[in-house]
């Protein structure tokens, strides 16, 4: 199985498991989010977290620059995007827990990011299947 298929398959995986998790624990899993997760004091596992999001887009485009895969950029694209929130993690923790409990408030916003880490999910294991 190629580095790109198993990225694919392992952040819709993430994505699933976490909405379904969301869904089976309702209100426990936003209490448990912004109080032991996210915390007000960062915890250290987000600083390593942070860090290792990080090498993993580095590493990814290793492997578009080294591997011939057709549309290897894309993934990496993508992942690139969620550096934002690495980014954020490291160095403006404060502003992405007050957004965090701020969606965790708005079931509304809280459906619509739902749906669409599932739309994305499911997009990224047709990707796993049909183009990589």
Request: contains cysteine; aromatic residues 16%.
């Given at each position: 199985m190629s580095y790109f298929r198993i990225l694919c398959?392992?952040?819709a995986g993430l994505g699933i498991?976490?909405?379904?998790?969301?869904?089976?624990l309702g209100r426990r899993w936003a209490a448990w989010e912004t109080r032991k997760a996210y915390s007000k004091k960062r915890?250290?596992?987000?600083?390593?977290?942070g860090v290792l999001g990080l090498l993993l887009i580095a590493y990814t485009w290793y492997?578009?620059?080294?591997?011939?895969?057709?549309?290897?950029?894309?993934?990496?694209?993508?992942?690139?995007?969620?550096?934002?929130?690495?980014?954020?993690?490291?160095?403006?923790y404060h502003r992405f827990r007050e957004?965090?409990?701020?969606?965790?408030?708005?079931?509304?916003?809280m459906r619509?990011?739902?749906v669409a880490?599932?739309?994305?999910?499911i997009l990224l294991?047709?990707?796993?299947?049909?183009?990589?």
């Amino acid at each position: 199985m190629s580095y790109f298929r198993i990225l694919c398959f392992g952040w819709a995986g993430l994505g699933i498991c976490s909405r379904i998790g969301m869904a089976l624990l309702g209100r426990r899993w936003a209490a448990w989010e912004t109080r032991k997760a996210y915390s007000k004091k960062r915890p250290a596992w987000v600083v390593a977290v942070g860090v290792l999001g990080l090498l993993l887009i580095a590493y990814t485009w290793y492997r578009v620059f080294t591997d011939a895969v057709a549309y290897d950029w894309v993934i990496a694209v993508l992942l690139s995007l969620t550096g934002v929130k690495a980014l954020m993690f490291l160095f403006r923790y404060h502003r992405f827990r007050e957004f965090v409990v701020q969606v965790m408030a708005d079931r509304t916003r809280m459906r619509k990011i739902n749906v669409a880490v599932v739309a994305f999910s499911i997009l990224l294991v047709a990707m796993g299947i049909f183009v990589y």
